[in-house]
């Protein structure tokens, strides 16, 4: 394969740093962010010029078009962009904060649609591109307990599906990661948590039992990485593609019960086109 140019969001951990590894032990070129680039030094020290430490902060618009400027200006080309940067926030809906709610909809959303937009016309112009925009499995259904993480992941779906139909044609590919529970740091040190109302007591020891049950086998994150470099390299890539086991049998048994409810009530459905 030829050598790739990637441009990866969130690089100083988790998914984002182990693709970077994977990426430059190929002998790919890679522009790297993080909130403190301190963080890739030990990655410098052993790529070198291989690898361009930039600082970003996601939520900031001009500095994500400034970000993917330089990166493009110092290595010539983009061939991959990994929207990887995000944190989940957790809590009940009604006990977000207007300050939560808005803070993980700008970072998870936002961040991914900023950083999109500013790699789009290199791409356009070059006529290839591969965007990987990391969502989950709770892009695609719903838990208690991340219901404000569920909707950016959701929009950050929809969002992708409608641009992946819109640049197809100019030779740019899309691609949705969904994983699974792996052992990052997601529902640990990089999470928020808001402050429970003692009224959701039960229910959020119920939904603490849940996702313990989901993520009793989490994934290894190192796993990943062939299979990121498989998707990257792949003629015609999927739109989605699922990270683990498990995630697969949620979305059957999801979307069996949605269907299931839609034709139980298509009688009324049916009665409201007149």
């Given at each position: ?10 690089a ?13 032990e190929?002998?790919d070129?890679?522009?790297a962010?993080?909130r403190?680039i301190?963080t890739l030094?030990d990655l410098?020290?052993k790529?070198?010029?291989?690898l ?6 996601v939520?900031?618009y001009?500095a ?14 983009l061939?991959?962009v ?13 006990e ?9 909809i700008?970072t998870?959303?936002?961040g ?14 070059q006529?290839s ?6 969502s989950?499995?709770g892009?695609i ?6 219901g404000?993480y569920?909707?950016s992941?959701?929009?950050l ?9 819109e ?5 740019v590919?899309?691609?949705?990661i969904e994983?699974?529970g792996?052992?990052?740091d997601?529902?640990?040190s ?9 009224d959701?007591a039960d229910?959020?020891a ?7 049950a989901?993520y ?8 990943t ?24 049998a ?8 949605r ?6 009530w298509q009688?009324l459905?049916s009665?409201?086109?007149?």
């Amino acid at each position: 394969m030829a050598e790739k140019v990637w441009f990866i969001t969130g690089a100083s951990r988790g998914f984002g740093r182990e693709w970077a590894i994977a990426a430059l032990e190929r002998g790919d070129k890679v522009a790297a962010t993080a909130r403190d680039i301190s963080t890739l030094d030990d990655l410098v020290d052993k790529y070198g010029d291989l690898l361009l430490p930039l600082k970003l902060d996601v939520t900031d618009y001009d500095a994500d078009f400034a970000a993917v400027a330089e990166a493009h200006a110092h290595f010539g080309r983009l061939d991959v962009v990994v929207n990887n940067a995000g944190y989940g926030q957790f809590g009940f809906i009604e006990e977000l904060t207007q300050e939560e709610a808005r803070a993980q909809i700008e970072t998870n959303l936002f961040g991914a649609l900023w950083v999109t937009q500013a790699a789009l016309p290199f791409f356009r112009e070059q006529g290839s591109g591969h965007l990987l925009q990391v969502s989950s499995i709770g892009g695609i259904t719903a838990f208690q307990n991340i219901g404000i993480y569920n909707a950016s992941k959701w929009a950050l779906e929809g969002f992708s599906q409608s641009l992946a139909a819109e640049v197809g044609p100019f030779g740019v590919h899309v691609t949705l990661i969904e994983p699974g529970g792996f052992s990052t740091d997601w529902g640990g040190s990089s999470a928020l948590h808001s402050t429970e109302l003692p009224d959701y007591a039960d229910a959020h020891a119920a939904a603490a039992a849940s996702r313990a049950a989901r993520y009793s086998s989490p994934g290894n994150p190192s796993a990943t990485s062939d299979v990121i470099l498989a998707i990257v390299d792949a003629d015609e890539p999927p739109l989605r593609i699922f990270l683990g086991e498990t995630p697969l049998a949620t979305a059957k048994a999801d979307y069996a019960s949605r269907i299931a409810e839609w034709e139980k009530w298509q009688h009324l459905s049916s009665a409201a086109q007149g």
